[in-house]
């Protein structure tokens, strides 16, 4: 496929980025390619390191050489007419970063957490979200919020904050938080100017294989949601058509024009969904919805409070049904270290704000909570968010102090909560 050359200037790249408080924010628009280049151009140092931080992901968790583990996800992506917008934005980014990444590659880093189930046998525990509407929140209208758990060395990057403005007929412009190179979120945390705003949690322990014959990897599905969705059952639709299985997810929409909220738990053949106008849902990685959890997981955590799902379901469930829920209530929540099995505050792998890095012996991890996120309907409809990078509590992390620190992971110092 021939693609015309691009010269991208300073003057320009500079009115496309901007930094705040640990966060870049980047505004691309066009066709699918000009998007991805301008994405690629514009990040690609970002993008360099994001290959760091893939080679070492593959090797620490998959026990895979880069090479390798590139040639098995390009095995499982089949390229088609329908999906073509996606493979012109990934081939925009490639050439706009001048090959930091080849396009196998880009296709390998888009498909890392679909590659959990098949090389790691299992879907880690990641994010901790609520969504509220109605009686559940001051004004009565939405209110979201969500922070993501992750490995410290992907976590880091997952920094950017990308404005997307397609020009292709019937799509919506978004917003979403991203890792350099992706063309979905991965962290799972957007709004549409459809009206629709998302994240969501994990669903741990899954006890399947994802099937890449007859579907397609979640990113796929997610990214032709966020701009060509315009109601709650156009999401339930595209995620659950072709659906892969991979990367199963509690995800929490909600549609601000109506005020009406979803909780959507998707696996690879079972699925739930609860909607309502007044109340509220949230998720911290086991399934809500029985059948997938009996059919489709090998998760025990949800009503164990000594574990890491369970701790967080009693905490979420006491906090969030103690007031209505505004903005500053939501960081607090986001930010609380309590853990129910020592029924103590402490940092550590069970808190809503999880510090896994604060753990000792075998639950030791440079991972926890890197970020945290929350808006509400007012924000959502300028297409904003509050963000706060590194972790929900604004703790610093100091690479000296902790054993089996990457080199080219950064430290992460105190930042503040800004508008995004």
């Not at 890792?179 to 899954?206: A, H, K, Q, R, Y």
């Not at 199963?248 to 909780?263: H, P, Y």
């Not at 829920?325 to 402490?346: F, P, S």
Request: hydrophobic share 35%.
């Amino acid at each position: 496929m021939t693609q015309r050359v691009h010269h991208t200037s300073n003057k320009k790249t500079r009115k496309n980025i901007s930094q705040c408080s640990g966060w870049i924010t980047v505004k691309v628009s066009g066709s699918y390619y000009d998007m991805g280049y301008q994405h690629g151009s514009i990040l690609r140092k970002q993008i360099e390191k994001a290959k760091d931080v893939m080679t070492y992901l593959v090797k620490t968790n998959y026990k895979f050489s880069l090479s390798d583990y590139v040639k098995k996800c390009v095995s499982l992506v089949k390229e088609s007419d329908k999906w073509k917008n996606i493979f012109d934005e990934l081939r925009g980014i490639r050439d706009g970063c001048s090959s930091a990444m080849s396009l196998d590659e880009l296709i390998a880093w888009n498909m890392y957490l679909s590659m959990d189930e098949i090389l790691n046998k299992r879907l880690v525990q990641r994010c901790s979200a609520f969504i509220a509407t109605g009686s559940k929140t001051v004004d009565g209208k939405i209110l979201m919020a969500h922070n993501t758990h992750s490995d410290y060395a992907s976590g880091f990057i997952s920094n950017i904050v990308m404005h997307v403005k397609p020009s292709a007929p019937d799509t919506f412009p978004f917003v979403m938080q991203t890792l350099p190179g992706l063309v979905c979120s991965s962290t799972d945390w957007f709004i549409s100017e459809s009206g629709i705003i998302g994240c969501e949690t994990t669903i741990s322990d899954i006890k399947y294989i994802p099937d890449f014959e007859k579907g397609v990897p979640y990113f796929f599905r997610i990214r032709k949601a966020m701009e060509t969705g315009k109601t709650l059952d156009d999401y339930v639709s595209i995620m659950m058509k072709q659906n892969a299985g991979d990367y199963a997810c509690s995800w929490l929409f909600g549609d601000i024009n109506s005020g009406e909220i979803m909780r959507f738990e998707l696996g690879k053949k079972t699925h739930g969904i609860a909607r309502t106008e007044d109340g509220l849902f949230y998720g911290m990685n086991s399934a809500f919805t029985p059948e997938l959890a009996k059919k489709e997981t090998d998760d025990t955590e949800l009503n164990d409070p000594t574990t890491i799902n369970g701790s967080r379901n009693v905490r979420l469930n006491e906090l969030l049904n103690a007031q209505k829920l505004d903005l500053k209530y939501a960081k607090k929540v986001l930010a609380d270290h309590y853990d129910c099995k020592e029924k103590t505050v402490r940092k550590g792998m069970r808190g809503i704000c999880k510090h896994k890095e604060c753990e000792k012996g075998k639950n030791y991890k440079v991972a926890g909570t890197v970020d945290g996120k929350v808006t509400d309907t007012t924000l959502a409809r300028k297409m904003k968010f509050i963000g706060r990078m590194g972790s929900s509590c604004g703790r610093v992390f100091l690479k000296k102090n902790y054993p089996n620190v990457p080199d080219f992971m950064d430290n992460m110092p105190k930042y503040n909560w800004v508008t995004l």
